[in-house]
């Protein structure tokens, strides 16, 4: 969802490595489950906590606690 939203801002680069760091993450962590099912709700859990992670720090990045100069 996050990778759709830099495309759509025209930051493709960026995009791709959102999606094959999610996707690479989603893919290591879910593979030590040992049913299909779990190994897939857990790569789905994870795919959505590293959105979330990725959507609030670019908040807190584009919103300071305190303005530059």
Known sequence: ???LVELAFGLWVVAVFVL???GLTAVAVGSTLRSRR???IF???LAG???LFLL???????HPI???D
Do not use: D, E, Y
């Open 56 to 62: 609030a720090s670019g908040w807190l990045i584009s």
């Open 43 to 45: 790569g789905l859990v």
């Open 38 to 40: 779990g190994a897939a």
């Open 1 to 3: 969802m996050l990778a």
């Open 49 to 51: 906590g590293i959105v």
């Open 66 to 68: 305190q303005k530059g």
């Open 20 to 22: 094959a760091i999610a």
